[in-house]
């Protein structure tokens, strides 16, 4: 496709249920970028994959969260046991990599824990 | 610890003027510095990237500055639209391959 695609767009589950997110970047994108934006504020930063190889991961809230890139395309956002506290707003963007890209951002996944 | 700041309360301008927006960083020494517009709803969208060694770049009716000593970046949109209304995000680039690190935004609004 012409641009970042993420699946689902919406989530609803209940409290202690695993949840999946996906990323679907431009294609050949070397870099592939996970966030949380909270209503009102800027995307925090989650992790970040070069190719398949996940960069960074520091900004991941805990152990719940995980995130692979396993073929350097799509990727997949897993949280674990999910609390009432994860419900936000999950955004994946690409670049093509190295430093003074454009991120390209897709719409996010709106995730509610019920 | 790396701290970006962006003004958190929303700017107001009547149309036809111009919107500066701030950027203020301590605690990093970005590569690059971009900006964004996202909209209600949407992801952000990219606008424009000044690199360090930079002291100015214009897109049409945009302009940004970079002033590495007093760790400053400003966004001006000239002759304002309402339909600049938005809100606007910094972003530090580190270079390399490294990660990209946004501030929270300033939201505008373009009064006819």
């Known amino acids: 496709g012409a641009g970042v695609s993420q699946s689902p767009r919406y989530k609803v589950t209940k409290r202690g249920q695993d949840v999946a997110l996906r990323c679907d970047p431009i294609?050949?994108?070397?870099?592939l970028y996970w966030y949380r934006q909270a209503l009102g504020q800027g995307p925090e930063f989650l992790t970040y994959?070069?190719?398949?190889?996940?960069?960074?991961k520091s900004g991941l809230p805990n152990d719940r969260f995980s995130a692979e890139r396993p073929e350097g395309s799509i990727s997949t956002l897993t949280i674990q046991r999910t609390e009432q506290r994860d419900s936000a707003m999950y955004r994946c963007?690409?670049?093509?990599?190295?430093?003074?890209?454009?991120?390209?951002f897709g719409d996010g996944t709106r995730l509610s824990i019920l | 610890s790396q701290k970006i700041e962006q003004n958190s309360e929303a700017l107001n301008i009547q149309e036809g003027k111009t919107a500066t927006l701030t950027c203020n960083y301590t605690?990093?020494?970005?590569?690059?510095l971009q900006w964004y517009r996202q909209d209600p709803g949407r992801g952000p969208v990219f606008l424009l990237l000044?690199?360090?060694?930079?002291k100015e770049k214009r897109k049409e009716r945009l302009k940004v500055t970079f002033d590495t000593t007093l760790k400053q970046s400003l966004f001006h949109i000239t002759a304002s639209q309402p339909a600049d209304s938005a809100t606007y995000l910094c972003?530090?680039?580190?270079?390399?391959?490294?990660?990209?690190?946004f501030g929270t935004g300033t939201k505008l609004q373009v009064i006819p």
């Open positions: 963007a690409s670049s093509a990599g190295g430093g003074g890209q454009p991120q390209h």
């Open positions: 294609s050949g994108h070397v870099s």
């Open positions: 994959f070069n190719y398949e190889a996940q960069q960074d």
């Open positions: 605690n990093y020494s970005p590569a690059y």
């Open positions: 000044i690199r360090e060694n930079e």
């Open positions: 972003a530090l680039d580190a270079g390399g391959y490294q990660k990209v690190t």
